[in-house]
């Protein structure tokens, strides 16, 4: 075998490799998300975290949403600049804690305004997505429901 041979075999071999070494951690990233049937939870809001039973209403919106959104969750990749302005802790019918949501509706911060973190219970996995206006409008209502004090723009 001559050298340029070797040599073309030898690029070739540790080009495949490495893309798919890359496409083994990334492909994960680009499944839908399946979220499992909300039964229940509780909606924590505001920088006071004043919290409130979702009623039954609610429950059926926050499922038919997380149905029609299964798709565009990505990884954490940045660091949020709160904890989120709003959480909804959610349960099964078993009565077990499935989902934390955790939203930003620009009370703590206006340039994540529309973002939602969902995480699982004990925090491992982590997804999180940006939405328009009218896409996150479901869930804002669900925050503004609840009358807190907004902060003022400074």
Do not use: C
């Not at 039964?39 to 039954?56: A, C, E, F, N, T």
């Amino acid at each position: 075998m001559r050298k340029e041979t070797a040599f073309i075999i030898g690029f070739l071999v540790l080009t495949v490799s490495t893309s798919v070494a890359i496409w083994t951690f990334a492909l994960p990233n680009f499944k839908p998300v399946l979220f499992p049937q909300v039964v229940s939870g509780v909606i924590d809001v505001g920088p006071m975290h004043h919290q409130r039973p979702l009623d039954k209403d609610e429950v059926a919106d926050l499922n038919k949403w997380l149905s029609g959104h299964k798709s565009g969750w990505g990884p954490l990749s940045r660091t949020p600049p709160s904890s989120g302005d709003s959480h909804l802790l959610l349960k099964d019918a078993q009565g077990k804690d499935v989902l934390t949501l955790t939203l930003w509706t620009g009370i703590s911060a206006a340039d994540w305004n529309a973002t939602v973190f969902v995480e699982s219970p004990d925090g491992s996995w982590v997804r999180t997505e940006t939405f328009s206006n009218k896409e996150f409008a479901p869930l804002r209502m669900m925050v503004d429901r609840y009358p807190f004090k907004h902060s003022s723009f400074p």
